[in-house]
Structure formats: C-alpha cells, structure tokens
C-alpha cells in the first residue's frame, strides 16, 4: 500500500492554532452555504449511553462537505461530573476522512472545536434572527460551549447587560470572572433562571437536567425577543412555542419525531412543532432562500442539535492554519 501520513493535531497544537473569532465564523457560514445548495450530507447523530443519560452519554456525529473534499466522524463524550476529576465535561476527537477512498486524513483533539462551533451556531442564529439592536443577553449554563456563546454574540452585539446563571455557585462565578477578563466588561451573576431571562433580548438555555423540568417559564419571554435552547432535556414549558412566531432549526432530520433527547424534544412528539409548522433550517436563511427576522415584533425560536458539517468544517480550517505554521504532527497510518 502507498505510504499514508495522517495529521495529527492535539489539544495543545489545537489552543496554539487560536482560530480568531472571524475565522471560526467564516468557517461555519462556509458549512452552512454548502449545506444550503446540497453540498453536504449530514447524518442524525447517534447516542452511546453507557449507564445512564444524566450521568453522561457519547454523541457520535457523521457528515460529508463536498467543497473541502472531507468527510468526518466526531465521537464527543459529554459527563456531567467530570468536574470532580478536574476534567472537562465535553471530550472529543474529530477524524476526517478522504470521501472518495475512505483513507484516514487526520486526527484532531476536537473539545476545543466542539465548544468553537457551538457558539458559532448560536451567534449565527442570533446574526439573523435576534432583535437588531439586542442589548441585554441572558445566559443559562457555564460548561465550555457557554463560553464561546457569549464571546462571539458579544462579537455581534457588544451587549450593555449580560447576564448569567447556572446551578453551582462555584462554577458561575469562574465563569463570570473569565468572561470578564476577556471581555472587558461587567458579567451579572444571578441566583434563578426568572432573574437571568426575564426580559432579556436574546435567551440562551444550555442547561443540563437530569430528566424535562421546565425552568425557563413562558411568561418571561418578551415579545420579539430570540430564544435559543440547546440542553440534552428539555427546560421549556410546552406553551412556549404558542408565543412564537417562528420555529428555526439546524437540522430538521435530527430535531424531528424518533429522536431521543433534546430542548424541544416534547414539542416536537406532541405535535407542537412539525416539519409543516418549521419555518426554516438555519442553512436555508444563511444561503439566502429565505429570510431570517423580519421586523422587531417577531418572537422567533432558534434550536440546534449540532452539526458534524460545522466539526468538520473547523477541523479543516486548523489544518489550513496548521499547514502554514508548521504546527502538528505526522502519523504513520
């Protein structure tokens, strides 16, 4: 067999690469426009539970962009008490494959890059979607995508108010501090879920319960407001989507009924989001076939389950970067 060399980039090469905040963006706009004109395939993610979900679960995603020339499987484990063992709660490992042969083209440590392009999809949600002059943010959950929430929304709106909330004490203010620091503004640290979303423009809810509680009550949704929720159970009352004006996805193929898990799991089994009521998968307003908000007075509710064209589509934007820096390893195959 011909002499095959894979590329290796570890979490150290990874934090060292430092995608930009706009390079993370173009990255996963770029995944969306291929998305939108059928360029990729996006298969559902699938789930290994090794004892029980609220203790932790594997999120296994698999997709192909055919622009990049790559397809890619990325298996993220996601343990709620990792902290304990001064671990992350989300691990993962992204590898990238040669769709034509099906060889192995890389290895990347790809927690970073889960936590990156979770805060892109959010930010891009909010891009096209939020209030244009959204000003007040309200944050629920600190694990390490709830960073790069706010880092690249802040990007986008450079909010006069954010604020943020999550169940231990310890872990908020940690956060808080960081954002803080990298930010270079003033983070509000609440005690409840009412005190963090009441009358915020844009609602961000990455909480992590052990079964559906609905937490995040209708009522403290103002009108035109965006709500984003992405926990594995659902935090929201049922009456929440009678609010809304318009329903947005990721994926319409992982959100609809048949699937476990997920924020709007139970709106979409009892029939109160169907594909006939959805008004778009994100993709379709990024590639223009439809349009994102239409005036201040829109309640719109955006949900993404994440997507493995997004993995890979930073995946291959730290081998560029790698490449010109000389940053990586080789690997005999």
């Known amino acids: 067999m011909t002499d095959v060399q894979i590329n290796y980039l570890n979490g150290a090469d990874v934090a060292r690469l430092s995608l930009t905040d706009h390079e993370i963006m173009e990255a996963v706009s770029g995944a969306l426009a291929a998305q939108s004109h059928g360029q990729t395939v ?10 029980s979900s609220d203790k932790g679960h594997f999120n296994v995603l698999r997709g192909v962009i055919q622009p990049l ?6 298996i993220v484990g996601d343990f709620v008490d990792n902290y304990k ?12 494959f040669d769709p034509v042969t099906g060889m192995l083209k890389a290895i ?3 927690t970073r890059i889960t936590d990156m392009r979770t805060g892109a999809m959010t930010a891009l949600g909010a891009r096209f979607l939020a209030p ?3 000003r007040i943010l309200g944050h629920i959950g600190t694990r390490g995508t709830a960073y790069w929430n706010i880092r690249l929304l802040d990007h986008l709106f450079d909010f006069e108010e954010i604020r943020v909330h999550s169940r231990r004490t310890e872990s908020r203010q940690a956060f808080a501090q960081r954002l803080e620091q990298d930010l270079g ?14 009358g915020a423009d844009i609602l961000v809810e990455a909480s992590r319960l052990p079964e559906p509680t609905p937490l995040l009550k209708t009522e403290w949704v103002r009108k035109g407001a965006l709500i984003i929720p992405y926990g594995t159970m659902s935090a929201l009352e049922l009456s929440l989507t009678d609010v809304v004006d318009k329903v947005v996805v990721d994926d319409w193929g992982q959100c609809g009924p048949g699937r476990p898990y ?10 109160k989001i169907t594909r006939e009521t959805l ?7 990024v590639g223009e076939k439809l349009p994102g908000r239409e005036n201040d007075d829109e309640t719109i509710l955006f949900w993404h389950r994440g997507l493995s064209i997004t993995d890979i589509a930073l995946g291959a934007a730290l081998l560029g970067k790698a490449d010109r820096l000389g940053i990586g390893q080789k690997l005999q195959f």
């Open 185 to 198: 503004k003033k983070v509000t640290i609440t005690t409840t879920w009412e005190a963090c979303l009441d």
């Open 69 to 74: 020339g790559l397809a890619g499987v990325k």
């Open 132 to 134: 244009r002059n959204s």
């Open 108 to 110: 990347i440590d790809a």
């Open 279 to 285: 008004y778009a998968e994100l993709c379709d307003i």
């Open 42 to 51: 996006v298969e559902p993610r699938v789930h290994l539970v090794p004892e």
């Open 85 to 96: 063992q001064n671990l992350p709660s989300e691990m993962a490992v992204l590898n990238l």
């Open 262 to 271: 997920g924020a709007l799991r139970q709106h979409v089994d009892q029939g």
